[in-house]
């Protein structure tokens, strides 16, 4: 399959123009500046990302691209385009003041291919703090700005072309249709990277892979292990044991309602209910870390104890996806969330792992689950974390704790949902507040407890805003949570953005 190569100098928005990649129907790999693969005979074009870095800088990431400049089309953005320029005998040079945000093309070359259909004035998004104060030989300068003349260039006599802004990130009003005109109209993509096609040849993947072996996956409830286990459904059946852990921490009756839905769908699923004892292990356990340890350690222990008594079973299943993977570059020392699947089967049951969704950003999983005809609210589920509400009680967790939570959730996404408001935010949650506040009911004083509501919307989890939910909306949703839910007497809106917060309270 043809394909994309888009090598990271360690720019925070290296996996946006991975997504937009995709969304041009082409598949793409991130890889680490200087992983640029040996065999590169499927691959249409090279990007190269942003950086934090300066490229005249003594240890800066200057790699050799001499593999498939020249000979690939090549298309530096940011730090790539300076890299570029600066290899090729240009000028880079510090700016006085860092130029972030956005600005405008005022002059665009009509004949540059990578600006097909973009005229001048255009808004780009800007993000740097040196410029390109001399081209090499052999380039011209193809857009400006007021303050950046070489805000785009291109060589006369190679595929190569450098944007100073960033066509990845949505302020860059045409950059979808640059990258268009590059991965499409210079790349020659045939688009064929698409949700039907991806199920189409997974399933013949998997069945070559797998033969008439017996394969086991933890089900979550959750998008990816769901998508991950119907695509496998389709490929290998009955061979195919699904196992999904009650462990006393879900949303109200949502085991009941999961397991209904895995049933319809035709999947083989063991649903064990082992609340009591996880909720027997954690009580009286009031540190964050080692309450998801003990989740953790027991969930390990339940599905080995389920997976052992599925005779022959060879393959574990998992629904890790693409960003879970991706190998960061180093160069800022960031790290990538670690993810939390299934994991830790002991060695002696062998068993080899099979990660359907391995290439797939969320919103593919989501259009794969929709090309697989699974239902939308399933396919748009929000995540959850693995610990479940244990992470949303903030200090110890009684059945009691739990039983209140889950009603507040229940009103706030019953809410949600009616009011078309579910699909809008990322993700939304309540947490229970280890305090108690005085209120007044009737002529009663109370000292009950508080309880948080959090909406936010992202893109990956790792920042978010708070959602700007509306204050009708907000209004009876709290009047329903305090009329109801026994023990509760006031209800709070968490308006913090990550960073600096996170989504979950612990
Ligand atoms: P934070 O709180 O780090 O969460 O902003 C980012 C995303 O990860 C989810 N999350 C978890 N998922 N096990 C999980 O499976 C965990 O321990 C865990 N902690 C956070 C969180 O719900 C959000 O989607």
């Not at 995709?22 to 090279?46: A, M, N, Q, W």
């Not at 997976?307 to 991706?326: M, N, S």
């Not at 809008?424 to 209120?439: D, S």
């Amino acid at each position: 399959m043809q394909r994309i190569i888009i090598l990271d100098f360690g720019s925070q928005t290296t996996q946006l123009i991975g997504r937009r990649v995709r969304e041009l129907h082409t598949f793409c790999e991130i890889l680490p500046y200087d992983k640029y693969p040996s065999d590169d005979s499927d691959v249409i074009g090279v990007i190269l990302s942003g950086s934090p870095l300066s490229v005249y800088a003594p240890d800066a990431a200057r790699p050799d691209l001499s593999g498939f400049l020249g000979r690939l089309p090549v298309l530096g953005i940011c730090y790539g385009a300076q890299l570029l320029s600066y290899s090729l005998g240009g000028l880079v040079e510090p700016v006085g003041t860092r130029e972030y945000g956005r600005a405008e093309l005022s002059s665009i070359d009509p004949s540059c291919p990578l600006f097909s259909g973009i005229k001048a004035p255009s808004q780009v998004w800007m993000s740097h703090g040196d410029t390109i104060t001399r081209l090499p030989e052999g380039y011209k300068v193809t857009a400006s700005t007021e303050s950046v003349r070489f805000a785009a260039f291109e060589a006369s006599d190679a595929p190569v072309w450098g944007v100073q802004f960033h066509p990845e990130v949505m302020h860059t009003t045409e950059g979808a249709r640059l990258l268009e005109n590059f991965v499409v109209g210079i790349c020659g993509s045939r688009r064929e990277w698409t949700p039907d096609s991806f199920v189409e040849s997974s399933v013949q993947e998997l069945r070559t892979m797998l033969g008439n072996d017996k394969v086991v996956l933890g089900l979550s409830g959750g998008v990816d292990s769901s998508v991950a286990a119907v695509l496998l459904n389709r490929a290998i059946g009955s061979n195919l044991t699904c196992i999904f852990v009650n462990h006393g921490l879900l949303r109200k009756h949502e085991f009941e309602d999961v397991m209904e839905d895995y049933k319809g769908l035709g999947l083989n699923v063991i649903g064990v209910d082992a609340s009591e004892s996880f909720l027997s292990e954690l009580a009286g356990e009031a540190d964050p870390e080692r309450k998801r340890k003990i989740i953790g350690r027991k969930f390990v222990e339940v599905f080995n104890a389920e997976a052992a008594k599925i005779e022959g079973a060879r393959w574990l299943a998992q629904g890790t996806i693409y960003p879970d993977r991706i190998e960061s570059s180093n160069i800022t020392g960031k790290v990538i969330k670690s993810h939390h699947n299934v994991g830790g089967l002991p060695k002696e049951m062998k068993l080899k792992l099979c990660e359907p969704l391995k290439w797939l950003f969320k919103d593919e999983v989501r259009a794969v689950g929709l090309s697989l005809r699974m239902p939308r609210r399933m396919v748009f589920r929000h995540p959850f974390p693995g610990p479940g509400l244990a992470v949303r009680i903030l200090g110890d967790i009684t059945p009691e704790k739990v039983r209140i939570l889950q009603d507040v959730d229940d009103i706030f996404m019953r809410g949600l949902r009616d009011n078309g408001l579910y699909e809008k935010v990322w993700q939304a949650g309540a947490i229970l507040l280890p305090v108690r506040t005085v209120g007044v009911m009737g002529d009663e004083r109370t000292y009950d407890r508080a309880v948080v509501l959090r909406a936010v919307t992202s893109s990956d989890a790792m920042t978010a805003d708070w959602a700007d939910l509306p204050v009708g909306f907000m209004r009876n949703i709290s009047n329903e949570i305090i009329n109801k839910v026994k023990g509760v007497n006031r209800v709070c809106y968490d308006i913090s953005s990550k960073p600096p917060a996170t989504i979950e309270w612990e």
